[in-house]
């Protein structure tokens, strides 16, 4: 007898259909499993039999044939052991098809969606990528996910669909027999949340204003930030500030920023949902695959682990230099494309990199307190090892210095963070209003000046002939390139929607012309 069941696969951050066919036929006893299956499909097989003996069923002693279709996309994970076993069942006539689930009657060959890993003795264990295998169920139709109880959590952030949190096998049959009833799984939070504790704050810098100045117009528009100085003046602090003034994430952000989590097999214990903007900060011995993305079949990397959030390189040029030249392509169009042999995928990294360095091996040569012991030939070599290319793609360049004693005993605190952050946010709500309309007519998803084009800086960032001529003796005195050129707009657009202007003034754009290195490094 045939038998269907409706899975899913996961492919880069988007769920695909996975229909599993089971047919039992006449010749010795035997399980085959065909449609491109991994090892950890393969390996379902012993799961699945010894999952239903220990489920009080039995396991049909005939020639078992599986397909997981389409054939042609390679099916990786133990996510499929709970469809295999049910269509087992299915086919053996162990289980109607016609079942009743609560006042509802479904189909489970149409109208169910099946997903989830069983161990030996039938139990449902925890699978990654729940969230978009749900959203893609809900989009399709279908009006049941069956899953592991661990998964129904983060499966209930989706409405419109009925979450059937699944215990273990035997649970399961018990349901479709009607001689034992799943409650379906209800969301018990929402998307509201107070807004968090940071453990640093800007009040507890001290000095640094210049800095917390460029951090606050990077928060407002998204922008890089480049900051160096010697060891122990604060970057890394400063840093990881940054997250405590960044407006909190609207409900698509965080499905968005959930949905890589739950791929990556990254979401923390009992955290159904990622509320907070990511803070990424990767030791500077990171390879390019951990920074990237990739593997046989690729996962998200640290770039894209950083979407809407803040991606923290210290020691910026101790990195390899393969690694740091991968930042170009999501630096300047906000995605990453992994390429291997069998799949080429493209994962989203709309992220505030915020890089700090020495600006030297030894750290002090900016440093008036100590003296640099590097030659010449070394801080050369030194400053080399980050291209021009990447420095130019970098918005706000910061000198962070040493802060003298007396402010650093000093018991005044600095401005809180929660006062940097209504600005941010009233920012943020300017650039929210000037890009809706252009995102409905044009079916775009521009969100803060940094993703403006070049058409949008055209339209948005025009400026009087006074304030041209500013730019322009920039341009030329520091051989600024194109990009460069553009960058200065942007930030000047965000130093003016800070300044709630509709309009970028003079003083605007001589602020955001100091955020460019003056050199060119090419």
């Not at 003296?371 to 030194?382: F, W």
């Not at 005993?409 to 809180?416: C, P, V, Y």
């Not at 929210?432 to 339209?459: A, W």
Request: with cysteine; aromatic share 6%; net charge positive.
């Amino acid at each position: 007898m045939l038998a269907r069941v409706n899975s899913m696969s996961v492919v880069g951050l988007e769920a695909s259909p996975v229909e599993v066919e089971v047919d039992i036929g006449q010749g010795l006893p035997a399980l085959n499993i065909v449609g491109l299956p991994d090892k950890a499909v393969e390996e379902s097989k012993e799961r699945v039999r010894s999952a239903i003996k220990n489920s009080d069923a039995k396991f049909p002693m005939s020639r078992i044939t599986v397909n997981l279709a389409p054939a042609d996309i390679k099916k990786a994970g133990p996510a499929y052991d709970l469809p295999i076993a049910v269509g087992i069942l299915l086919a053996d006539d162990q289980l109607p098809n016609l079942v009743s689930d609560q006042k509802d009657k479904i189909k489970l060959d149409q109208e169910a969606i099946f997903v989830g890993e069983l161990s030996l003795d039938g139990r449902l264990r925890h699978i990654n990528g729940i969230l978009p295998i749900t959203i893609f169920a809900k989009e399709k139709g279908y009006k049941n996910i069956f899953l592991p109880e661990v998964n129904a959590p983060e499966a209930s952030l989706i409405e419109g669909i009925k979450v059937t949190p699944v215990k273990d096998l035997k649970q399961l049959i018990l349901h479709f027999k009607g001689e034992k009833n799943i409650k379906p799984y209800t969301r018990s939070y929402d998307f509201e949340f107070d807004n968090p504790v940071f453990a640093d704050d800007f009040a507890y810098v001290k000095g640094q204003e210049t800095a917390k100045r460029a951090l606050e117009i990077a928060a407002a528009g998204a922008h890089n930030v480049l900051m160096s100085g010697p060891p122990g003046s604060g970057k890394t602090l400063l840093a990881k500030s940054l997250p405590s003034i960044l407006p909190k994430l609207s409900r698509e952000e965080i499905l968005e920023v959930t949905k890589i989590y739950s791929i990556a097999g990254a979401l923390p214990p009992d955290t159904p949902l990622i509320s907070q903007r990511p803070f990424r900060s990767p030791h500077h011995t990171a390879s390019h695959i951990a920074l990237v993305g990739g593997g046989a079949w690729p996962k998200p990397g640290e770039i894209t682990l950083s979407h809407r959030g803040v991606l923290f390189l210290d020691e910026f040029p101790e990195f390899p230099r393969s690694v740091l030249e991968s930042l170009r392509q999501p630096l300047e169009d906000g995605i990453v494309t992994v390429s291997r042999a069998q799949s080429s995928l493209t994962f989203p990294a709309q992220f505030i990199l915020i890089a700090a360095q020495n600006p030297c091996p030894c750290g002090y040569i900016t440093d008036p307190q100590k003296q640099c012991i590097c030659t010449p030939t070394q801080i050369l070599r030194y400053q080399k090892r980050v291209s021009g290319p990447l420095l130019d793609r970098i918005d706000l360049h910061v000198e962070v210095n040493r802060v003298k004693y007396d402010k650093l005993a000093g018991d005044e605190l600095a401005e809180k963070s929660s006062i940097v952050r209504l600005r941010v946010e009233k920012a943020r709500q300017h650039q929210g209003r000037r890009f809706s309309k252009i995102n409905k007519s044009r079916k775009q998803s521009v969100l803060t000046n940094s993703e403006m084009s070049p058409q949008l800086i055209k339209e948005f960032c025009v400026i009087d002939n006074q304030t041209q001529e500013l730019l322009k003796n920039a341009v030329v005195q520091y051989n600024l390139s194109a990009r460069s050129y553009h960058r200065i707009l942007k930030i000047a657009r965000t130093i003016a929607d800070l300044a709630d202007s509709d309009n970028i003034e003079l003083g605007h754009l001589a602020e955001a012309i100091q955020y460019r290195p003056k050199e060119n490094k090419y």
